[in-house]
């Protein structure tokens, strides 16, 4: 069964997650992030179903989160890249990694550590900060109604 759309939701997180909100859809991301390009890769490093990948991978490419372009002059190899849009789901998949490594961690450690490419060090916590600076809590912040 289908789920209801969240297209017509005023809520910005009901209609984020219409265009990011399955499980393999973050995860496509995740490795576009990580350098997967080919369709192959994607289906190898995932182990996900083809029919399911064309799917996910046209949804992304639809909503402007990657952009599919030729890697071979007759066209057959495609590249999947992420666009500007695309790459600012960046510190959402920094914040489910950190999130994950606190409290869902994989027997043995993180698979992975995100690090500074110039200092080869792991990068800082995600943290909400106010406009001068302080970090905020949940308990810091509150929701304001922006319509009547």
Known sequence: MRRT?????????ARTLEQVGDWWTLLLVREAFFGTRRFGEFQSHLGIAPNVLTQRLQD????????????????RALDY?????GRDLFPIIVALAQWGDRHAPAPGGP??????????????????RADDGRVLQARDVAVKLTRG
């Open 5 to 13: 759309s969240f297209s017509d939701m005023s809520c910005s997180i």
């Open 81 to 85: 890249r992420l666009t500007d849009k």
């Open 60 to 75: 992304l490419v639809q909503h402007g989160i990657l952009e599919v372009t030729a890697a071979s002059e007759n066209g």
């Open 111 to 128: 698979p992975v550590v995100i690090v500074d490419r110039d200092l080869q060090r792991p990068i800082a916590p995600l943290q909400v």
